[in-house]
Each structure stands twice: as structure tokens, then as C-alpha cells.
């Protein structure tokens, strides 16, 4: 579903991605792991088109969409849920939801029920400000924005940063629930070692701005809640 070839990107004239090259499978959910500033964000931005690719091509269903705004990536079916969950504040939650469709030119009534069919627990909240909920409660509107424009891949990044473990655990059976009845596909940057242990079939480790080693979720261990990556893949 999406191939990702030789990719560089940066912040100006600070190069910080260096010839990125992997892919996701239609139904496939693949972690990344690195420590703090190892260009992980930065790969997210660059694949949703808000940091532009200096070299290299990223292909979603065969098509190229690495020269594609934003919003026509969107289009495309990649939903971006970015660190710190980007929902407006000022807007309750059924407005966020229905700005979400907006995009897509999606019918408000009909994508608003289909969310909540898949996240239930924002219903008693429609007419709450998103400002007003909680930190877990506004990671679920977070991906219910994502969910509501019906995408083909989801990137998130970092969705359990301060998050209670109740809703952890509800994230995780919500998104293994999508995969099986829509085939989504996931990119997930997390440090949660049990989540993306929980979620991902495989793991790419970043290491300065390029991946070093990609191995399957199931050998990842407790030690890495330390940040003790360099037994990995050993």
C-alpha cells in the first residue's frame, strides 16, 4: 500500500531524514521506535506532506503522492494524528468531527453516527468542548477526526503520551477491531513498549535520521521500556 523510496527531508537547510526506504501492507500495522530525536516526527510530517521531501518518493496504491499538499494526500486516504492530538480546542466534539468530514465532503449525520459507532464513548460528549475533555478523551476524538475521513493508512504519533491506561487498552482493541473489518493500515511512532507490542506486526528502529533495523513486534522485550535498544534483532 504504501512504499516509501530513498526519502530525505528536513527543516530548511537542516537535513534530518537520510534516504528512508520501507513500506506498509494493506492491513498492516508497523511501529517505530528510536529514541528522542531521531527524526521519527519528522518521517510523520514528511509523509503527510507538511514538511516537503528534498529527494525520493513516497507512493500510496502504486500512485506517487510525494508532490501532493496536504490536504490531496488526505484525499488519498492518509489520516495524521499528530503528537499532542491537534483537535481545536473551541469546537465541541461533534464540531470537530464534522470539520473532519468537511474535508472529505463527506455527509455530516451519516459519518458523525458511523464514528460513534466505532468509538461510543464520545457520544455523551458531542456538545462538550474538546478543550474540555480529558487527555485520553481528546486522543479518541484525535482519532475520530482520523477514522472519519475513512482512510486507507493512519499515522500517530506518540497517542499514549499521558494517557490512562483504561483508554490505552480501548485504543488498542478499537484499531485491531478497524484492521479486521476495513483492512486500515497503521504507521505508529510510541514509546509505549505494550502498545506497539500489543499493535504492530513489525518494528523499524531509527537511529539519527534513518533506519537501522526493522524486526517483528514479537522481539521486543521489557528492556526496551528502558530505552535499551541495541539488543534488538541480536
Known amino acids: ?110 459519518g458523525v453516527s458511523r464514528v460513534l459507532a466505532e468509538i461510543p464513548r464520545l457520544e455523551r460528549l458531542l456538545d462538550r468542548q474538546g478543550g474540555t475533555l480529558s487527555g485520553g478523551e481528546q486522543q479518541l476524538l484525535a482519532l475520530a477526526r482520523a477514522l472519519a475521513q475513512q482512510p486507507k493508512l493512519v499515522l500517530l504519533d506518540e497517542p499514549t503520551e499521558g494517557i490512562q491506561p483504561s483508554i490505552i487498552g480501548e485504543m488498542v482493541e478499537l484499531l485491531q477491531g478497524l484492521r479486521a473489518r476495513s483492512g486500515i493500515a497503521v504507521l505508529l511512532v510510541e514509546q509505549n513498549i505494550d502498545f506497539i507490542r500489543s499493535l504492530s506486526d513489525r518494528v523499524l528502529l531509527m537511529q539519527k535520521g534513518s533506519i537501522v533495523r526493522q524486526f517483528p513486534a514479537s522481539e521486543l522485550s521489557d528492556a526496551m521500556a528502558m530505552g535499551d535498544f541495541a539488543a534488538i534483532g541480536h
Do not use: W
Not at 19 to 29: K, L, M, P, Y
Open 1 to 110: 500500500m504504501l512504499e516509501v523510496s530513498g526519502i530525505r527531508s528536513g527543516y530548511g537547510r537542516i537535513p534530518i531524514l537520510s534516504n528512508i526506504s520501507f513500506g506498509v501492507d494493506q492491513a498492516e500495522f508497523v511501529g517505530i521506535l528510536g529514541h528522542n530525536g531521531m527524526g521519527k516526527t519528522t518521517l510523520l510530517k514528511t509523509l503527510v506532506g507538511l514538511l516537503p521531501a528534498t529527494a525520493g518518493d513516497i507512493r500510496l496504491g502504486g500512485r506517487s503522492i510525494v508532490k501532493l499538499p496536504p490536504h490531496q494526500r488526505a484525499a488519498q486516504g492518509v489520516s495524521y494524528v499528530p503528537q499532542g492530538r491537534g483537535i481545536f480546542p473551541g469546537l465541541t466534539v461533534r464540531e470537530n468531527i464534522e470539520f473532519a468530514l468537511a474535508a472529505k465532503s463527506l455527509p455530516a449525520a451519516e
